[in-house]
C-alpha cells in the first residue's frame, strides 16, 4: 500500500506486522475518511468485544463519535489503525489510540481487535506502537477504564512491563499506566 500523503499525516508511524499466524498487516495513522471502515469494524465485533472496548452495551456506533475517532490532530490524541487488503475494499481490523483530556488532565489509552484477529499478537503490537507515538509526543502517563474480567489485557500489561496500577471503580478496573 502507498504511503498515504496528507496535510499534517504523519507517515513515519506506517509499519509493517506479521503476525502469529504468517499474515501480514500494514499499521497507519487513523484517516479522517476511515469513518466508514471504523463502522464496518464495529458492525463486525461481538458484543463481548465491543462492551470490553466501550465498558456498555452498543448496539450501533454514533455519528458524533465515529467524527471524534476519526477527525484528530495527531498529538495529544492519536490513533493507528491495522489494515488488510480486501476483495473489494480495504478492512481496517484493529485501533489501537491515545486521547488527552484537558478537562481532567488524563490521557486515555484504547486498543480494539477484530474478533477474529484476536490472540494472534496484534493488540500487543498496537498497544506497544501507540504507547511509542505518545512518548514521542511526550506523553508518559495514561488512566482508562477496564472490565474486570479483561485478563487478557492485564496479563499484556504485565508482559510490557509497564508500571501499571489497579483501583476498582464502580464495577470497572481504573488502570493508571506509567511508561
Known amino acids: 500500500m502507498p504511503t498515504i500523503l496528507d496535510q499534517g499525516y504523519p507517515a513515519r508511524y506506517e509499519s509493517r506486522l506479521t503476525l502469529r499466524n504468517g499474515k501480514k498487516v500494514f ?17 463486525d465485533m461481538s458484543p463481548q468485544s465491543i462492551f470490553q472496548r466501550f ?8 455519528e458524533d463519535m ?3 475517532f476519526t477527525h484528530i490532530n495527531y498529538d495529544t490524541e492519536f490513533a493507528l489503525v491495522a ?9 481496517i481490523i484493529a485501533v489501537g489510540r491515545y486521547a488527552y483530556d484537558q478537562d481532567d488532565d488524563i490521557t486515555d489509552l484504547a486498543v480494539a481487535v ?15 506502537k501507540i504507547v511509542a507515538v505518545a512518548k514521542d509526543h511526550g506523553i ?5 477504564m477496564m472490565d474486570l474480567e479483561n485478563d487478557i489485557m492485564q ?9 501499571v496500577k489497579y483501583s476498582s471503580r464502580s464495577g470497572f478496573f481504573q488502570v493508571d499506566i506509567f511508561v
Open 114 to 128: 477484530h474478533d477474529d484477529w484476536q490472540r494472534l499478537g496484534l493488540g500487543k503490537s498496537l498497544l506497544v
Open 140 to 144: 508518559f502517563r495514561f488512566q482508562s
Open 55 to 62: 465498558l456498555r452495551r452498543l448496539g450501533a456506533l454514533p
Open 83 to 91: 489494515v488488510i487488503k480486501g476483495q473489494v475494499k480495504d478492512a
Open 155 to 163: 496479563r499484556i500489561l504485565s508482559e510490557l512491563g509497564y508500571d
Open 66 to 68: 465515529i467524527h471524534r
Open 27 to 43: 499499521v497507519r495513522p487513523i484517516l479522517e475518511s476511515d469513518g466508514h471502515l471504523l463502522l464496518d469494524l464495529f458492525n
